[in-house]
C-alpha cells in the first residue's frame, strides 16, 4: 500500500525557510519520480518540482533558484528545501507519484508566509 507523510510545514516570515519532507513506503521508492504540488487558497493545485529517480529535477518558474528539490533513496525520503520565500508561496504543500497507473498524494503541510 502506497503511503506518503508530509511534514516541514509551518509559519515563516517572508524571507525566511523551511524544509519538507515527505516520506514514503508501499513502493520501490528508489525506481520513481517524485513530485510536490501545492495549493493555495481559491486556486488551482499547481506543481511545484519534480525530482526524477536518478536526482534530476525540474521546477516551475516561480520557484526557480529559490526552492531545491533532493531525494533520499536510502530514507525513501524526499525534500523540498525553500528559501527566500514570499507570501505568494503561502499553500498547502502535497508530494505526489504516479504508481500503477494511479495518483497517489500525501495529506499534505501547510505552508504560511507571513510577517
Known amino acids: 500500500q502506497v503511503q506518503l507523510v508530509e511534514s516541514g510545514g509551518g509559519l515563516v516570515q517572508p524571507g525566511g525557510s523551511l524544509r519538507l519532507s515527505c516520506a514514503a513506503a508501499?513502493?520501490?521508492?528508489?525506481?520513481?519520480?517524485m513530485r510536490w504540488y501545492r495549493q493555495a487558497p481559491g486556486k488551482e493545485r499547481e506543481l511545484v518540482g519534480i525530482?526524477?529517480?536518478?536526482?534530476?529535477?525540474n521546477y516551475a518558474d516561480s520557484v526557480k533558484g529559490r526552492f531545491t528539490l533532493s531525494r533520499d533513496n536510502v530514507k525513501n525520503t524526499v525534500y523540498l528545501q525553500m528559501n527566500s520565500l514570499k507570501p505568494d508561496d503561502t499553500a498547502v504543500y502535497y508530494c505526489?507519484?504516479?504508481?500503477?497507473?494511479?495518483?497517489?498524494w500525501g495529506q499534505g503541510t501547510q505552508v504560511t508566509v507571513s510577517s
Open positions: 525530482v526524477g529517480a536518478v536526482g534530476d529535477t
Open positions: 508501499g513502493f520501490t521508492f528508489s525506481s520513481y519520480a
Open positions: 505526489s507519484v504516479w504508481h500503477g497507473s494511479t495518483w497517489y
